[in-house]
């Protein structure tokens, strides 16, 4: 396979380059082919090269010490990555990737990149965008994360309660009434007064529960059923990544 | 009381078997919080699941539990 040096300009951070230095990368970079869930680098190795995926599909992945994995990001073709290398001294891969079907990159060293950072202003910026844009991605990924967590917590928190305590409303469909204040769910869930009501003024503009002074009363206990198993469809969206 | 209007935990304890029709049907029934509420009729309106049917596999398992 040959790379067409004006193919690069697809990748983010070469779209501004000259064709001279595109050229240049392609003679400097080394083609590595390899087959469905094989590796091109794994988590911890010396950050020396980065790639571009010109074919397949490819997926960064973190492992924990327990040997749990994350999914980080799913690669597609003309994607950069593993070019931390090229801005930090001495860095190490944060992250493992494999390939998910047949695939190609180009490997070129990370040395490289740097030094004609050095004199082209608008491949730093062009690299800076898309840190920035994954700093913002996973910014938005810590937040639905924690917003989930308290959520499914005090979704759990009233379930319980109302199993014990709660008494059905009658001849009002499947209502669920709870002699509880938004304090003590707060406490029983172990979380602030502040989180319960903006969590419960949500979900009552969903219609999933009524929140009155010392009552909360369940309006679609199977809504709150979804929530606390983290099934909620407003937090989950099927564009994004697995985590 | 008609059989719909039974709840769920009284539903698992009058015949246990019943746990393999909820799980089998994909609710979230066995184990719930609020099965001292739920009857059989807000179950198949949440599944979107037939009543009768949903009885009548509650009776069969506990038939062939016997």
Known sequence: MKIDPADLRRVSVFRDATDEDLTLFVQKGVLRSIEDGEFFFFQGDPAKYFYILVTGRAKLLQTNPAGQQVNLRTLTEWQIFGALGAVRENALYPAT????????????????????????????VNLMQLMTGYIMEMQERYRELATERVERRIALTILRLAGQIGKRVPDKGMTVELPLSRQDVAEASGTTIFTVSRVLADWERRGLVEAGRERVIIRNPHGLVQISEGLDPQLTDPNSDPL | MSDFQVTVDKVLQRWPQAFW??????????????????????????????????????VDASDKGK
Do not use: H
């Not at chain 1, 030094?115 to 608008?122: A, G, I, K, L």
């Open chain 1, 97 to 124: 990737a494999q390939a998910m079907e047949p695939s190609t990159a180009l490997a070129i060293e990370s040395d490289f990149l740097k030094e004609m950072m050095q004199t082209r202003p608008d491949l730093s």
């Open chain 2, 21 to 58: 029709v909820f799980m089998k049907n994909k609710t979230k029934c066995p184990g719930c919080f609020m099965q001292s509420f739920c009857t059989l009729t807000d179950v198949a309106e949440t599944y979107q699941l037939s009543r009768e049917n949903l009885i009548s596999e509650i």
